[in-house]
């Protein structure tokens, strides 16, 4: 039996793992701004050994305790360098871990996207390929990529950013400095920012019937839906989307060449919608075509479970 550990911004999940999947789960609610990183450290390494004893795990039995964090980490030396999500700078997470358990079980931490593309890699939409990459298209555009069955983070500090792939010369400004990164178009977030913005200029548009009139209502849900039921606006919303997002997986497909690319994160939940749409916009892209090996792209299996499973198994 394992442990895997999912930090998030809102609660941090953790789940007793074995070669099945997740045998049992807990989370904790992540409180106040106030709270230091090692006030939740601690309360973590509780809610450890607390799961262990309700399933009657020894800690000696534990193979290993893994923790998936966004943000950059230094796997190595077990520091989240810096987190913009949890406001993290330096934290000495597994130093701190081991302290508060007095344990001496291997433990081990990755960024969160890398956790969860090997989780899916080991028992969810990746199973049995030996590379994928994975795409999660929320709040901002994360993904991980695995080569060998191994997360490939390149050196040291930082990892794969494949949301900051710029697409356009000089396009949107991303919070990151530069301009046209990926994440300012593929986003769940762009999606909505730009289908909010047509749809209050064009009041009679199914975007806005569907969402009761309320502009800030409008999300993916109610867009992909404009779209299936033909509504012109919705379809340049879509049609606009799935074009930058091609862009990104096509750059992605030639550079890594992975077996299988796996979309993950709210827009995944048009599943076949999605990817049907997408293959056929790769492959008209890809160099080579389709005389190239062009990988399927596919939705998250494990969802928001990918990064607990993908944690347990780092060590
Ligand atoms: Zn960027």
Not at 39 to 54: G, H, P, T, Y
Not at 77 to 88: C, K, P, Q, T
Not at 110 to 126: F, P, Q, R, S, Y
Request: hydrophobic share 40%; proline share 3%; glycine share 12%.
């Amino acid at each position: 039996m394992r442990v895997g550990i999912d930090i998030g911004g809102m609660s941090v999940k953790i789940g007793l793992v074995d070669k099945q999947g997740i045998a049992a789960k807990s989370v904790i609610k992540t409180a106040s701004a106030s709270q230091t990183p090692y006030e939740l450290i601690e309360q973590m390494a509780d809610a450890v050994s607390l799961l262990l004893r309700e399933n009657s795990v020894e800690p000696e039995s534990c193979e290993g305790i893994g923790i998936a964090c966004p943000g950059t980490v230094d796997a190595q030396s077990g520091i989240v360098a810096y987190s913009n999500n949890l406001g993290w700078e330096n934290v000495a997470i597994l130093e701190a871990m081991r302290e508060r358990m007095a344990s001496s079980t291997p433990m081990a931490l990755a960024n969160d996207a890398d956790a969860a593309a090997l989780g899916e890699v080991l028992c969810g939409a990746a199973k049995g390929k030996d590379s994928a990459v994975l795409l999660t298209l929320g709040t901002g555009v994360g993904g991980g990529v695995i080569m060998n069955r191994k997360i490939f983070s390149g050196f040291l500090r930082g990892g794969c950013e494949l949301g900051h792939m710029a697409i356009e010369r000089n396009g949107r400004r991303c919070t990151c400095g530069r301009r046209g990164c990926l994440e300012m178009y593929a986003s769940a977030t762009a999606l909505m920012e730009h289908a909010r913005a047509v749809a209050a200029e064009h009041p009679q548009s199914l975007l806005c019937t569907l969402s009761g009139g309320r502009i800030p209502d409008i999300d993916g849900k109610v867009i992909f839906e404009a779209r299936k039921r033909n509504d012109a606006l919705a379809g340049l919303v879509v049609d606009e989307y799935l074009e930058n997002l091609s862009i990104g997986i096509v750059n992605i497909v030639n550079i890594f060449r992975p077996e299988i690319v796996i979309l993950g994160g709210g827009v995944s939940a048009q599943k076949e919608y999605l990817t049907r749409e997408l293959q056929r916009r790769v492959e008209g892209k890809c160099f080579g075509g389709t005389h190239g090996q062009i990988s399927p792209i596919v939705t998250s299996e494990l969802g928001n479970d990918a990064g607990i499973i993908g944690a347990a198994y780092l060590m």
